[in-house]
């Protein structure tokens, strides 16, 4: 048994809480082309492969991310992220039945990450499986040992949080841009827990650090399976008038091919295709590069309007009165 949990985990499911099930439903079937069901209690259910539930969006009011469900390979890499977890002095603890229900496994553990989002432990199995085909209008999305995707999140304690991941995970960084965006040097890290480029990305502001986000990430990434899927999804979240975030564009480290559009909750979804993975091979010989500049082309705000400038730099002065939830903190 190895003791390095590197390639042993990946994104599973995310937990939103939001009122605005209609929107959401809307916006994830007919906006970005998912597969959407209502199940009971106004809790929806997002597919994008095999896996039951993906996304699910539970009524509440947090109108965020609660929880990111990360699957490990089997009851020795999750004994080992427990373990991890507990030394770093999380104490993790089992989800009550029909909390992991709600999130299609049959068991899974929970404690409170960086910023004080839930992360959450759980293996797989085939139950959690379905044999129903897809209904949605896009091809289909690219995850298996790669995971559902990836989210980038925005810290006033990027390093804090960059060591979490390492810690507890095995993470590797991928690589590092900075970009002057809007005024701000921007410092973006890339982490890696398997192949996928990145399945998280940590954003900070250089010098006084602030924190212009309301929620608790800043975007989640889905990975369809072709650029015509990222067009359509494009195109089709713009008739509906749904506020892109950045039009097409391509990223210059993992040279993923993706639009941003704003969810009902406020966070974005990214569409991505084509990412570069690291594969075995890859690893022996990575090395974490250093690029200037987010995007290579395109990724254009499209609704960069000054109400939405003026809400970041309000929530942007707001964010430096207060203390950012370390792990370790009490609730
Ligand atoms: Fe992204």
Redo the contacts with the bound molecule.
């Keep these: 048994m190895t003791d390095s949990l590197f390639g042993r985990m990946r994104l599973g499911y995310v937990l939103i809480e939001s009122c605005r099930q209609d929107a959401w439903q809307r916006f994830a079937k007919e906006g970005l082309g998912l597969h959407v069901e209502t199940a009971r209690d106004g809790v929806l259910a997002v597919r994008v492969d095999d896996r039951q539930r993906r996304i699910v969006v539970r009524p509440g009011p947090a109108e965020d991310v609660v929880a990111t469900g990360w699957q490990v390979d089997d009851g020795d890499a999750l004994d080992l992220a427990l373990a991890r977890l507990r030394a770093l002095g999380l104490g993790p603890e089992r989800l009550p039945g029909p909390e992991a229900a709600l999130r299609g496994i049959d068991e899974g553990w929970r404690c409170r990450g960086p910023k004080g989002t839930f992360i959450e432990l759980f293996t797989d199995a085939s139950a959690q499986r379905t044999d129903a085909p897809l209904r949605m209008r896009a091809s289909g999305f690219v995850t298996g040992a790669s995971g559902l995707g990836?989210m980038?999140i925005t810290s006033r304690e990027p390093e804090a949080m960059e060591r979490f991941w390492v810690e507890a995970f095995d993470a590797r960084l991928s690589d590092r841009i900075e970009d002057r965006l809007s005024g701000v040097t921007m410092d973006f890290a890339f982490l890696r827990l398997n192949e996928r480029h990145h399945s998280i990305?940590i954003a900070s502001t250089r010098g006084l650090r602030f924190d212009p986000m309301r929620t608790s990430i800043h975007?989640l990434?889905l990975q369809a399976a072709s650029f015509d899927d990222v067009v359509q999804g494009y195109r089709q979240c713009r008739a509906l008038g749904y506020p892109i975030a950045s039009a097409i564009g391509q990223h210059p480290n993992d040279k993923e091919l993706s639009f941003y559009v704003q969810s009902p909750s406020d966070f974005e979804i990214?569409l991505g295709w084509n990412p570069l993975t690291v594969s075995a091979e890859d690893e022996k010989t990575w090395q974490p590069g250093a690029y200037r500049g987010i995007s290579l082309w395109g990724h254009f705000p499209e609704n960069l309007t000054l109400g939405l400038k003026a809400r970041q730099f309000g929530r942007g002065l707001l964010s430096l009165t207060r203390r950012e939830h370390q792990v370790g903190d009490a609730a």
């Design positions: 990836h980038a990305a975007h990434n990214e």
